[in-house]
Nanobody
Framework: QVQLVESGGGLVQAGGSLRLSCAAS????????MGWFRQAPGKDRVFVAA????????FYSDSVKGRFTISRDNAKNTLSLQMNSLKPEDTAVYYC??????????????????WGNGTLVTVSS
């Protein structure tokens, strides 16, 4: 059974940093697309970042580009999201995701095959 478990969320002041982690179990994801989505209160869940399986190429939404960095450790089957220069509008539940495919394409912005339960990030002004 596949499980994705996020950690690292919490309360931080604007301008601060947080690092989210996602531990995957049940199958290896080293060759698969993985990513992060977020859902702010009262809003739809949206794409944040993704990383391709084999190439490690990264992709970001315009709202986080230059501030967030997605990375993976295939040996540990983990995914991370380093978030810097946080803004109040980054407040959301952040979800770790993984897909059965290897190469990222635009459809991954709309969802992936596996989801974690989310971790809450709150940025105070």
């Amino acid at each position: 059974q596949v499980q994705l478990v996020e950690s690292g969320g919490g309360l931080v002041q604007a301008g601060g940093s947080l690092r989210l982690s996602c531990a995957a179990s049940g199958r290896p994801f080293g060759s698969n697309v993985m990513g992060w989505f977020r859902q702010a209160p009262g809003k739809d869940r949206v794409f944040v970042a993704a990383i391709s399986g084999t190439t490690g190429r990264t992709f970001y939404s315009d709202s986080v580009k230059g501030r967030f960095t997605i990375s993976r450790d295939n040996a540990k089957n983990t995914l991370s999201l380093q978030m810097n220069s946080l803004k109040p509008e980054d407040t959301a539940v952040y979800y770790c995701t993984a897909d059965r495919t290897t190469y990222y394409d635009s459809r991954h912005k709309y969802g992936m095959d596996f989801w974690g339960n989310g971790t809450l990030v709150t940025v105070s002004s």
